[in-house]
Nanobody, 117 residues
Framework: QVQLVESGGGLVQAGGSLRLSCAAS????????MGWYRQAPGKQRELVAS???????NYADSVKGRFTISRDNLKNTVSLQMNSLKPEDTAVYYC???????????WGQGTQVTVSS
């Protein structure tokens, strides 16, 4: 079983920065594409960014140029550096692990990010 634990959420003013971290345990981290999703009240959960084992990244258009996803395959962690935050970035952010072999998904418990104007 895969366990994912997020940390780093909090309250920040518009224009500020925040760094989220996700620690994975219980499996071979290298088998998973890692991603960050977010969900605001009343909205669908959306993909924010993803990163493969080899470091290829993908970002939602709304965060390109502001957010950076990275992973450390030795520490089994994935991070999301969020800069130039906007009030519309306010959401619960979830860490996701997607396995390509025998496809499956695992989710963290989520961490709240609130951006004030």
């Amino acid at each position: 079983q895969v366990q994912l634990v997020e940390s780093g959420g909090g309250l920040v003013q518009a224009g500020g920065s925040l760094r989220l971290s996700c620690a994975a345990s219980g499996t071979d981290f290298r088998l998973y594409v890692m991603g960050w999703y977010r969900q605001a009240p009343g909205k669908q959960r959306e993909l924010v960014a993803s990163i493969t084992t080899g470091g290829n990244t993908n970002y939602a258009d709304s965060v390109k140029g502001r957010f950076t996803i990275s992973r450390d395959n030795l520490k089994n962690t994935v991070s999301l550096q969020m800069n130039s935050l906007k009030p519309e970035d306010t959401a619960v952010y979830y860490c996701n692990a997607h396995r390509l072999i025998r496809p499956s998904d695992y989710w963290g418990q989520g961490t709240q990010v609130t951006v004030s104007s």
